[in-house]
């Protein structure tokens, strides 16, 4: 699909096209394939186009790519430069969704820095933007950021009550596929306590038999079955696991 998308663009000398089809097998070589010297060249021809475009948002896709790729290959003083290009010009075109991705990704880039006053800097000016245009679908992805932030910090109960507002929020969406992972994302913070587990698990299978798509159900049952290896019910374990 993406060489025949470059194949069009080429024919029809269609720029923003071309840009798109070499990001795309840039993506393709470096995270599918594992080839990041086809996939750096493949995402310098798509950035050498989307700098000459007076549409600016080849560029900040390119500019997200570039610093996903350089903190993959563990060179993370590039990727914060290029997360920084990537805000600075979704902040020139004003695309306020565009906004919230940079600035979560930044925070993401300095949580993992260990720096965790610039993290919640960058966290913070996302959540407001996001909740200034109720961007929904965004503000499930910033709770959940906080979540694993404060996770990670040890703090479970904030964790708990972010993983919470995130499942609210994309209920409200109606985004049945993230609504899966938000009711197991919760059900994980009751792991010692069964009860208060299981209604989640039970939804996000109830979810998943709707939407009638055999990965969702196999994930769901694995983890249902896992689930219960982990508490020695050996029986629950093997009906779920026959279920996946």
Known sequence: YIEQSLALSQKLKYDKGLASAYRQLGFYQTVILNDSKKGLEYLSKSLKIAEKLSDKEPLYRNYALYAGFYQRTGDYDKSLDYRLKALKTAETIKNKPFIIEANLELGIHYHRSNDS???LHYFAKALKIAESINDKKHLYYVYNTYSDYYREKGNRSQALEYRLKALKTIEIVGDKQNMIWAN???AF???QDTTKALPYFAKSLK???????????WRVNTIMGDFYQ?????IKNLAYKRKA
């Open 117 to 119: 006053t610039r993290a």
């Open 184 to 186: 197991i994302n919760v």
């Open 189 to 191: 913070y009751f792991v």
């Open 207 to 217: 979810i998943a038999e709707s939407l009638k798509d055999k990965r969702f159900l």
């Open 230 to 234: 982990e508490r020695g019910d050996l």
